[in-house]
């Protein structure tokens, strides 16, 4: 909490004039985060892109949130399950909104591919990204964003 308020310019103690609890510190930042890949997901499927550019700028955000905000990723991934059960479910439920994009978009690329196999690939493509959360390569980050992006295009080709 003391992080969280010298990040606001106040003491870790005022943010509880904001907030009731730590959980609620969290769904506010998860909401948050969940919302703006959502959002950016929706305007890259609504772009009219082919699907593989498409795809592609789907995995370029999601390498992007796991790199630049690795901290914030981490705390997620870890974090998420501890919440009060409305809020997770809503927040999974704002998840799956955005992997159905990822599906929509894959299985419009690889037509013919069941439905149940292009969410596996999703799922795969997506935690071949989030690996580097919990794994310090000591690569550099212009580094490792093309090798993430590739491993994830790779899983979606799979199969």
């Known amino acids: 909490m003391a992080d969280i308020g010298a990040e606001a310019g106040i003491t870790g103690?005022?943010?509880?004039?904001?907030?009731?609890s730590k959980s609620a510190v969290l769904v506010a930042l998860f909401d948050r985060v969940?919302?703006?890949?959502?959002?950016?997901?929706?305007?890259?499927?609504?772009?009219?892109?082919?699907?593989?550019?498409?795809?592609?700028?789907?995995?370029?955000?999601?390498?992007e949130f796991v790199v630049a905000e690795r901290q914030l990723a981490q705390v997620y991934y870890t974090e998420i399950a501890s919440l009060p059960e409305p809020d997770r479910r809503?927040?999974?439920?704002?998840?799956r909104l955005y992997l159905e994009e990822w599906v929509h978009l894959l299985t419009e690329l690889r037509?013919?591919?069941?439905?149940?196999?292009?969410?596996?690939?999703?799922?795969?493509?997506?935690?071949a990204i989030q690996s580097a959360?919990?794994?310090?390569?000591?690569?550099?980050?212009?580094?490792?964003r093309p090798l993430l992006a590739a491993a994830a295009e790779?899983?979606?080709?799979?199969?």
């Open 13 to 20: 103690s005022a943010i509880y004039r904001h907030f009731d």
């Open 34 to 63: 969940i919302d703006r890949l959502l959002a950016q997901a929706q305007e890259i499927a609504a772009a009219d892109a082919a699907p593989a550019a498409a795809l592609s700028a789907l995995i370029a955000g999601q390498v």
């Open 90 to 95: 809503r927040l999974r439920r704002k998840q």
């Open 111 to 127: 037509a013919g591919l069941p439905d149940t196999d292009a969410r596996a690939l999703v799922h795969a493509a997506i935690g």
């Open 133 to 144: 959360l919990f794994h310090n390569s000591g690569l550099p980050e212009d580094r490792l």
């Open 154 to 159: 790779a899983v979606l080709r799979a199969g």
